[in-house]
C-alpha cells in the first residue's frame, strides 16, 4: 500500500511563560503582554525544575511558532501530559479546558492555524489545595501520591506536603499535519485458547476525518509474530465526516504467549495499521489470559504463578524520567527475581509500561487516588472520567494484569470505589479489577507496630499489597541532599522533610543511632534487610496455602528522600536489595530455627521448607550442612515438585552437631545443591554452643542478665 505520512510540528523548546498567583490575569492581558514577557522555560518540564520552586497556582505559557499552508488535511493539536488543569489558546481562538495531569489530550486546530506565525497560549493550574480545608482528606486534585503522601517532599507535614509542585507542561506538544484522516486511539482485544495456541482479536480505530472520505476507505493491518512472521488483513473504515469508530475480528493461531521473565519468554508482536488516509499507527503486543481466582491465586496463560512483587513511584516529577533511567529501574527490579510491580497510586509515563512489556514484568495498575477525598457527585464524576482515561490510555500494554482504583481508602472504599471498580469493567473484560489495595492488606508489622517477628503469622494476606521499613541510603547519596552540618547528629526537622519516621525508627524499631552517621545507616540498612528477609519467608513458607502473593514496598525513591526503598534516588542499592532478591529466588531454602542454643553432642531443631516457584522438577537434590566451611552432615535424594514446595518438619531433621565443634558462637550454612552440583539456595544462621555443664550454665546466665 502506497502510505502517505502526516507531517509533526514539535513544540519542545524554549517557551515563555509569566506566573498568575492571584489569578487575576485574563487572555487579553497575555496577549498584549507577549512582547514584554522575558522569563522562558524549557518544555516540556515540571516548572519545579525549571526555578519555579515550591510555586503552586496558574502559570501562562507561550509559543511563537511558524504554521503550514496545507489544504484538505486535518490539524490536530496534541499534549501528551499537562499537570494539572490546562485551558488553551491558539492565535486567540479557544480551544479548550482540560482536567488531569497524565492524559494524553488534543484539539482540532484545522480551522485556526495560520500558514505564517502563530501564537499559542497554554494557561497551567497545578493548585495549592487549603490544609485542613481540603487537603489532606477532602482533595480535589486527583493526581495520587503526587501531591499527597509519605514519599514526597514535605511528606505528611501540613504545611509543607504540598511542596515542590508537579505543575507545568511536562511530556511533549506536537501539532500534527498533511492527511486528512487522525487516528485518536487504537484499542487492542483478544480472547486467547491456551490450549489450541490461538486468538481472536479484536481492533477498534476512534479516527476523525476532517471530509467525508469518498473513495474507498481500507486500513492495512500488519501484525508480525516475534519470528518476523506477517500476517496482512484489510479493515473498510467508516468515511462519513467527523468523529468514527471502525472495527474488526481477527483470527490468529500458532499463538506465542507473553510469559514473564521468571516463566518463560515476554513474546511481542509487531502491529502495524496504515492507510493513504491517516498515518502509520504502531504498537508491539502481547498475547496472555489472567485470572485471579476466588481464594486470590493468581494464574497466567492458566498456569498459577506466585507474585513476588514491589510498589513504585519511579519519579516524582515525570518529565526528568528518561528511556535510560527507566531501563536501569526495571533492570534492577528484573534483577531482583521480581515479576510483579504495583504502580503506586499514580500513572507514569507511557515509556515505562513499554519497558515492563519488553523485560516480562507483570503490572499492578492503581488509579491515582491516595487516601480521601471530597465525598461530592462533580468528584465522583471527574474521577470516572479520569479511571476511563486511564484504562484506555494504557490498554494495549501486555505487561498490565491488574487494575486498582484507590489506595487506602478508608471508606471511600463503599461508595466511590464502587463507582469506580463499574466504570473500568465497562471499559476491560479482560484483566483483574480490584476496587482498592486498602488497610487490611498493607501489614506493617515491624514499622508502624509490632516487631518483625510477628510475620511468622503471615499477616492480612492472602494477597499482601505492601509491607517494609524504611532504611537509610548510603552516606554518598545521604549526602547529597542532607547537609553536613545536619548529617549527624541529624536534624530531624531537614530528615522529616525527606520523609524520614523518626518516632517508628527509634520507638518501635528501636534502631540504634550509634556514635556517628555510617553505624547509624548500617544499623538503619541491617534493619530493613532482617524485616524483609523475616517477611518474605514467613510468606513464602505459607505459598497457596493462604499467601498468593506479595508486594514489598518500596523499590526505589522518587526524589532525595530516606523512605521504604531499597534503591535510593541515586539507584544506588541498600542492603535491603540483596536480601529481597535472596529471599525472592525462583528456588528458595528456608530454614526455620527452632532453637539457637545447644549443649556439646545436640541434634539441630529446625524445620526446612523447599520452596520451587520454577515450571520445572528438582530432582534428587540435596542440603548440605557445614560449620567453618567444613560439611557435617547432609540430606540427601529430595525433590520438588514444579511451582510447589516441599516441607521436613524438625521431627524428620536428624543432623547432629559435628563431634569437634567449639564452644561459643558458630555460623551453620544450610546449601541446597542440585543434581549437578549447583548451589540453587543457600541459608546462614548462627548458634551458640555450650558444654554441659553447670558452671558453664550460670556463667551464661550471668551473661545474658548484663545483656
Given at each position: 500500500m502506497n502510505n502517505k505520512q502526516e507531517n509533526i510540528i514539535d513544540l519542545k523548546g524554549k517557551w515563555k511563560y509569566i506566573t498568575d498567583a492571584n489569578a487575576t490575569l485574563s487572555i487579553g492581558d497575555i496577549?498584549?503582554?507577549?512582547?514584554?514577557?522575558?522569563?522562558?522555560?524549557?518544555?516540556?518540564?515540571?516548572?519545579?525544575?525549571?526555578n519555579l520552586d515550591n510555586y503552586s497556582g496558574p502559570v501562562w505559557f507561550i509559543k511563537k511558532f511558524k504554521g503550514v499552508d496545507t489544504a484538505n488535511d486535518i490539524k490536530i493539536l496534541?499534549?501528551?501530559?499537562?499537570?494539572?488543569?490546562?485551558?488553551?489558546?491558539?492565535?486567540?481562538?479557544?480551544?479548550?479546558?482540560?482536567?488531569?495531569?497524565?492524559?494524553?489530550?488534543?484539539?482540532?486546530?484545522?480551522?485556526?492555524?495560520?500558514?505564517?506565525?502563530?501564537?499559542?497560549?497554554?494557561?497551567?493550574?497545578?493548585?495549592?489545595?487549603?490544609?485542613?480545608?481540603?487537603?489532606?482528606?477532602?482533595?480535589k486534585a486527583i493526581k495520587g501520591v503526587l501531591n499527597h503522601h509519605d514519599c514526597r517532599p514535605g511528606a505528611w507535614n501540613p504545611e509543607k506536603g504540598q511542596d515542590k509542585n508537579t505543575g507545568g507542561?511536562?511530556?511533549?506538544?506536537?501539532?500534527?499535519?498533511?492527511?486528512?484522516?487522525?487516528?485518536?486511539?487504537?484499542?487492542?482485544?483478544?480472547?486467547v485458547s491456551i490450549k489450541n495456541k490461538s486468538a481472536e482479536v479484536e481492533v477498534k480505530i476512534r479516527h476523525t476525518n476532517i471530509v467525508k472520505i469518498n473513495k474507498d476507505f481500507n486500513a492495512q493491518i500488519e501484525i508480525t509474530n516475534p519470528e518476523g512472521t506477517t500476517e496482512i488483513f484489510s479493515l473498510d473504515m467508516h468515511r462519513r465526516q467527523g468523529e468514527n469508530t471502525s472495527e474488526i475480528i481477527l483470527n490468529l493461531s500458532h499463538i506465542y504467549f507473553w510469559q514473564t521473565f521468571d516463566t518463560g519468554k515476554p513474546f511481542l508482536y509487531n502491529i502495524k495499521i496504515s492507510s493513504k488516509f491517516f498515518s502509520n499507527y504502531t504498537c508491539q503486543y502481547g498475547f496472555k489470559k489472567v485470572k485471579l481466582a476466588k481464594d486470590k491465586t493468581f494464574f497466567l496463560n492458566n498456569k498459577k504463578l506466585f507474585l513476588k512483587g514491589t510498589n513504585l513511584?519511579?519519579?516524582?516529577?515525570?518529565?526528568?524520567?528518561?528511556?535510560e533511567r527507566i531501563e536501569k529501574i526495571v533492570t534492577l527490579i528484573r534483577e531482583a527475581n521480581i515479576n510483579a510491580v504495583r504502580v503506586h497510586a499514580h500513572i507514569n509515563r507511557d515509556e515505562l509500561y513499554s519497558e515492563f512489556d519488553r523485560q516480562g514484568i507483570l503490572v499492578w495498575q492503581d488509579f491515582a487516588l491516595q487516601w480521601t477525598y471530597e465525598e461530592s457527585k462533580d468528584f465522583h464524576q471527574n474521577a470516572v472520567n479520569q479511571i476511563k482515561d486511564m484504562v484506555n490510555q494504557l490498554y494495549n500494554h501486555p505487561s498490565i494484569a491488574f487494575w486498582c482504583c484507590h489506595n487506602e481508602p478508608g471508606p471511600q472504599i463503599k461508595v466511590l470505589d464502587k463507582?469506580?471498580?463499574?466504570?473500568?469493567?465497562?471499559?476491560?473484560?479482560?484483566?483483574?479489577?480490584?476496587?482498592?489495595s486498602n488497610y487490611e492488606e498493607h501489614p506493617y508489622e515491624g514499622w508502624y507496630w509490632g516487631v518483625k517477628e510477628h510475620y511468622i503469622a503471615a499477616p492480612m494476606g492472602p494477597l499482601v499489597t505492601e509491607f517494609g521499613a524504611q532504611a537509610l541510603p548510603v552516606l554518598s547519596s545521604?549526602?547529597?541532599?542532607?547537609?553536613?552540618?545536619?548529617?549527624?547528629?541529624?536534624?530531624?526537622?531537614?530528615?522529616?522533610?525527606?520523609?524520614?519516621?523518626?518516632?517508628?525508627?527509634?520507638?518501635?524499631?528501636?534502631?540504634?543511632?550509634?556514635?556517628?552517621?555510617?553505624?547509624?545507616?548500617?544499623?538503619?540498612?541491617?534493619y530493613q534487610s532482617e524485616l524483609l528477609t523475616t517477611a518474605i519467608h514467613y510468606y513464602r513458607r505459607k505459598k497457596y496455602e493462604g499467601i498468593t502473593g506479595v508486594f514489598q514496598f518500596m523499590f526505589v525513591d522518587c526524589w532525595p528522600s530516606i523512605t521504604w526503598s531499597v534503591v535510593d534516588y541515586y539507584l544506588v542499592p541498600k542492603s535491603g536489595y540483596y536480601n529481597l532478591k535472596q529471599a525472592y529466588s525462583p528456588i528458595l531454602l528456608s530454614i526455620n530455627v527452632r532453637q539457637n542454643q545447644y549443649f556439646l553432642g545436640s541434634k539441630l531443631n529446625?524445620?526446612?521448607?523447599?520452596?520451587?516457584?520454577?515450571?520445572?522438577?528438582?530432582?534428587?537434590c540435596k542440603i548440605e550442612f557445614s560449620c567453618n566451611k567444613v560439611t557435617f552432615s547432609t540430606i540427601e535424594h529430595l525433590s520438588v515438585k514444579e511451582d510447589n514446595m516441599y516441607f521436613i518438619p524438625f521431627e524428620r531433621v536428624n543432623i547432629p552437631l559435628p563431634s569437634d565443634i567449639s564452644e561459643g558462637n558458630q555460623f551453620i550454612s544450610a546449601k541446597l545443591i542440585s543434581s549437578d552440583g549447583q548451589v540453587l539456595s543457600s541459608y546462614e544462621f548462627m548458634i551458640k554452643v555450650l558444654a554441659k555443664d553447670i558452671k558453664r550454665i550460670r556463667e551464661e546466665e550471668s551473661n545474658t542478665r548484663i545483656l
Open positions: 496577549s498584549m503582554r507577549i512582547d514584554t514577557i522575558k522569563n522562558k522555560m524549557d518544555i516540556p518540564s515540571n516548572w519545579q525544575l525549571q496534541e499534549f501528551y501530559g499537562v499537570d494539572y488543569f490546562a485551558d488553551v489558546w491558539l492565535n486567540n481562538n479557544y480551544l479548550g479546558h482540560h482536567e488531569g495531569y497524565f492524559q494524553k489530550f488534543r484539539f482540532n486546530i484545522t480551522d485556526f492555524l495560520l500558514p505564517t506565525d502563530n501564537i499559542l497560549v497554554v494557561k497551567v493550574n497545578s493548585p495549592y489545595e487549603q490544609p485542613g480545608e481540603v487537603w489532606p482528606l477532602k482533595k507542561i511536562w511530556n511533549d506538544v506536537f501539532i500534527h499535519y498533511g492527511l486528512p484522516v487522525f487516528i485518536d486511539q487504537v484499542k487492542i482485544s483478544s480472547k513511584i519511579a519519579e516524582q516529577f515525570l518529565s526528568s524520567l528518561s528511556n463507582e469506580l471498580e463499574k466504570a473500568v469493567k465497562k471499559e476491560d473484560t479482560q484483566r483483574i479489577i480490584r476496587r482498592a545521604l549526602k547529597k541532599f542532607i547537609k553536613d552540618d545536619e548529617l549527624f547528629p541529624p536534624n530531624f526537622e531537614t530528615w522529616e522533610y525527606h520523609d524520614f519516621q523518626p518516632d517508628q525508627t527509634f520507638n518501635i524499631t528501636k534502631v540504634n543511632i550509634g556514635n556517628g552517621i555510617e553505624e547509624f545507616i548500617n544499623n538503619s540498612q541491617n529446625l524445620d526446612l521448607w523447599i520452596i520451587n516457584d520454577t515450571y520445572n522438577i528438582i530432582k534428587d
